[in-house]
């Protein structure tokens, strides 16, 4: 069945029989005869996996990853253009379906997607440009190397020879491919797309309110449906009133979903469907429904209770040491001045616009999905869940309204998935409320930062002891020793600043165990709380030495006194760059003319392979109310800005997460159920909170690195030290609206 | 029960029951996607229409209130989207995931209607929630609409 959105199989159906069109195989190398099945199963479609041209010179490209807002969708077709060195005008992109056969990869998430495709994606335009030189080489009789290209045309300077690509198709079709890692690729000076803004090839359907979302899935027959899970997490259905529900306006079917065969928080959570002609009806019908629930054991957990558990935790040695250099005790023992202080960050919420919803069809034993997830996770779930094979199962990635790390998790996914098994032969679109997509979330984790560090008479770090309380249980691993195995987003780690760059220095962990909260990856997931810790500690730490807190990082990013280097971790160079460059953009040397109750506070952080450093002006009112003035961002993701407009959007978009985040989010847990569930509990700033936010990139020499993610770590931080600085007042728990910021 | 009432010049009649809201109606009923849910309790005003011409919280708004009335949704907004609003956002490229977008064009639509030059302050009075915080792109783009837009730096040279 084909749905409404998805007229891409009849645009290559028509294409290949009014085009004709030249199909090249551009397969990753380590896959090409994984691929050759592809080409007799669906003719229509393989072996071009990523580039179709046809006659008229239009390019089509595959965007393999899925979209959700992060401009990936662009990216990828944009370095396949560049090395294909075709105009940009000329190439649409279309969503590609999930087929890791194909595409390999196929996951948006860790700011992962420029790192690990720069190479592959450049080599695939690289290489059917190749084929096309090499046709060209051989209709003219010259060298391939005397060829070269531009804008969709082949060009033989020697002989006065020019011919648009569509010209070499029937030659190039003749011919094999290169291996992707021989080709060439451009010099990046003669880059005509990366380095330039291309708008989001979406935005024409976005202004006119096309159908173009998950939740605007639609197809003949489709029922919509409801999906109620029991509000402790984990709770299970004992007994509902389901045929009572079958009473209700519009409802066709309801019944109970059992859980599935583990007891995976974001998996297949029992609960009851509820199916009907509209989505109102099927959660109208809710209204009357009465669900029997076995709590389970979570009931019992509470924010309070883990405040208690991490109050008793923090008097203990750490469970877990991640690092040790020198003596750190010893060392605090002989400082001049000693700082302490514990840091707390809350639960959060993703709180994607787009609520979670998935469309599924179960017909003749094979399952159809229609989702916008991040990954395509959830072909293996489901097979698991519902005890189907994943050749059975097929995956489209609808856009996205969001996904911050959410929809990494397919819980939605397989939801739909099993209400659509019960019917069978009818399409079902399921969709959550508001309040369940808060209240069944896979929460950024919360944590507890212990800290203490010691300062010489000339102002220098000389000691650093930290103790981090966060979740986790105790599991036996192969050998049967109990160990700790941590909840999913804590991010914590060895090589975090200031690890290397203090002479005694030491990290531990500790674990509460057993608390049944489900928790993920929010956008920067560990670095969005942990930079909020280190990163006003170290305010703290400046001031306590009488410091710049700007110089202050500088002066420590000069001291590495490990000499100990690691690609995946911060570089001294890199961040003193940016922290230069932000003091320079931000004029931070000034700042002490700002009026009483404005000031500016400064953060920069290592994570997702670039390096930020902001400053952030805040004037906090006499009452104690908090404005963002300004912000001023300086980043290094490396070599390229590849569509420098989304780039900018990127960074902005960080910037007001991070401040909402910071400023008045939390999830609390009661009784094992989230208290807060929508917007109105939950809030995210609006158009008359938005501070203007100029985005300054140093270019360097390394790799270009992805950017929905680095920019944000440093706000919440760089906010909270600018609150200091205008009223005297440390906030050390999060979020800011539970602080009382009047100064007089 | 039948409601009668206009949708983008069309007139168009359902019989669902009169509190159903007039969002639900639009999606579900009269299958027009562009309008878009995300909170269900008027905070996040995706689902923001014209109602008789007033930016109207289609999530809260009964079906039955709107009976007789013109409803526009951003469909109807103009026959090919050629609004000063929306070729304004695709001139600076205002979106991200895009979901906010419909009702974010909507609300500004009714702003312009009441005051077409507005400054910083009236459109601040826009109160949807951007997730992705396209804000200041939203803001440039009115006054680009508006004729107001002073030439800002560009974020880079376009294809």
């Known amino acids: 069945m084909t749905p409404t959105l998805a007229s891409r199989r009849d645009f290559i159906r028509v294409s290949s029989i009014v085009g004709g069109g030249l199909v090249f195989a551009a397969h990753l190398d380590t896959l090409e005869a994984a691929t050759a099945p592809f080409a007799t199963a669906i003719p229509d479609f393989a072996p071009n996996a990523f580039i179709r041209m046809t006659p008229d010179g239009i390019v089509t490209i595959m965007a393999k990853n899925p ?540 994570s997702h392979r670039g390096h930020f450093a902001e400053v952030i002006q805040v004037t906090v009112s006499k009452a104690g109310v908090v404005k963002v003035d300004k912000v001023w961002v300086a980043g290094d993701i490396g070599s390229e800005i590849i569509n420098p407009v989304n780039a900018e959007a990127q960074v902005q978009g960080s910037v007001i997460d991070g401040m909402s985040e910071a400023m008045g989010q939390e999830i609390t847990i009661d009784k094992g159920r989230a208290v807060q569930s929508n917007f109105n509990n939950f809030p995210l700033l609006r158009m008359k909170d938005a501070p203007v936010i100029e985005v300054h990139w140093r270019k360097t020499e390394f790799t270009p690195t992805g950017l929905g993610e680095p920019a944000l770590p440093p706000v919440p931080p760089a906010m909270c030290n600018a609150i200091f600085a205008a009223t005297g007042k440390r906030i050390r728990t999060l979020p800011i609206s539970k602080h009382d910021l009047k100064w007089s | 029960m039948p409601v009668t009432f206009k949708v983008n010049g069309k007139s168009r009649t359902v019989d669902v029951p009169a509190d159903m809201p007039l969002l639900w109606v639009l999606r579900d009923e009269l299958d027009l996607k562009g309008t878009k849910f995300g909170c269900g309790i008027g905070q996040c005003r995706a689902c923001t229409v014209h109602v008789d011409g007033v930016a109207t919280i289609s999530c809260r708004r009964a079906v039955g209130t709107v009976a007789g009335a013109e409803v526009t949704t951003i469909e109807g907004l103009s026959p090919d989207g050629s609004h000063p609003l929306q070729k304004a956002w695709q001139e600076i490229d205002v979106p991200q995931c895009g979901y906010c977008q419909a009702g974010q064009i909507m609300a500004a639509a009714a702003l312009l209607k009441k005051v077409p030059k507005p400054c910083d302050d009236d459109i601040d009075t826009i109160a949807n929630i951007c997730r992705c915080a396209t804000y200041g792109r939203i803001k440039e783009a009115i006054k680009i609409a508006a004729g107001t837009a002073t030439p800002a730096a560009k974020s880079g040279e376009e294809v």
């Not at chain 1, 299970?236 to 079958?246: E, G, I, P, R, Y």
């Not at chain 1, 508001?434 to 950024?444: A, F, G, L, S």
Request: glycine share 10%.
């Open chain 1, 67 to 606: 979209e959700l807002g992060q401009g990936v969708k662009n990216h990828y077709p944009m370095m396949i253009a560049e090395e294909l060195d075709v105009e940009w005008k000329n190439v649409r992109v279309e969503q590609a379906d999930f087929d890791p056969l194909k595409f390999q990869g196929q996951s948006t998430g860790g700011s992962n997607a420029t790192p690990s495709g720069w190479g592959p994606m450049r080599q695939v335009g690289a290489a059917a440009r190749a084929v096309l030189v090499s046709a060209a080489a051989a209709t003219w009789g010259v060298p391939e190397a005397e060829i070269t290209t531009e804008a969709g045309a082949l060009i033989h300077a020697g002989s006065n020879r020019r011919a648009a690509y569509p010209e070499m198709f029937e030659k190039a079709a003749t011919m094999t491919p290169p291996a992707l890692t021989a080709v060439k690729m451009k010099d990046a000076k003669d880059y005509k797309i990366i380095g330039k803004s291309t708008k989001g090839v979406d935005v024409p359907k976005i202004v006119r309110g096309e159908p173009l979302f998950g939740i605007d899935v639609s197809m003949p027959g489709m029922l919509y449906a409801t999906y109620t899970k029991c509000p402790v997490f984990g709770g299970k259905v004992t007994s509902a009133n389901t045929d009572a529900m079958l009473k209700e306006r519009g409802v066709k079917h309801a019944f109970v979903v059992e859980p599935g065969p583990n007891t995976q928080l974001d998996g297949l959570l029992g609960g009851v469907a509820i199916v009907a002609t509209s989505w109102w009806y099927a959660n109208n019908a809710r209204k009357n429904l009465k669900v029997a629930w076995d709590d389970g054991p979570t009931v019992a957990s509470s924010s309070a209770g883990f405040a208690a558990s991490a109050a008793e935790l923090s008097k203990q040695p750490p469970q877990r040491e991640l690092r040790k250099d020198g003596d750190p005790d010893a060392a605090l023992g002989s400082a001049a001045k000693k700082v302490e202080a514990q840091y707390f960050y809350p639960f959060l919420a993703h709180a994607a616009l787009e609520p979670m919803n998935t469309t599924a069809l179960f017909k003749d034993g094979k399952m159809e999905i229609w989702s916008p997830t991040q990954n395509g996770g959830g072909r293996a779930l489901t097979a698991a869940m519902l005890g189907l094979q994943q050749t059975d199962i097929t995956i489209h990635f609808i856009r996205g309204g969001g996904g911050f790390g959410r929809r990494i998790s397919n819980d939605y996914l397989v939801e739909a998935a099993a209400i659509a098994q019960k019917v069978p032969g009818v399409p079902v679109k399921l969709l959550w409320t508001r309040e369940e997509d808060t209240q069944h979330d896979v929460y950024r984790v919360a944590g507890w930062h212990n800290m203490s560090a010691g300062i010489d008479a000339d102002g220098k770090l000389t000691a650093y002891k930290e103790h981090v309380i966060s979740f986790g249980d105790k599991r036996m691993n192969a050998q049967g020793q109990e160990q700790w195995v941590e909840t999913r987003g804590v991010g914590m780690g060895p090589l975090l600043f200031p690890s290397r760059f203090v002479p005694n220095f030491s990290v531990g962990m500790s674990y509460i165990p057993n608390a049944g909260i489900p928790t993920g990856f929010l956008r920067a997931p560990g670095s969005n709380g942990i930079a909020f810790a280190h990163e006003s500690f170290l305010d703290e730490c400046a001031i306590a030495a009488g410091k710049d807190p700007l110089q202050f990082r500088l002066d420590m990013l000069s001291n590495t006194l490990t000499g100990e280097t690691n690609p995946n971790a911060l570089n001294p160079d890199r961040m003193k760059g940016v922290l230069e460059l932000v003091r320079e953009k931000s004029g931070w040397n000034d700042r002490a003319k700002l009026p009483k109750g404005t000031a500016m506070g400064v953060a920069c952080y290592y």
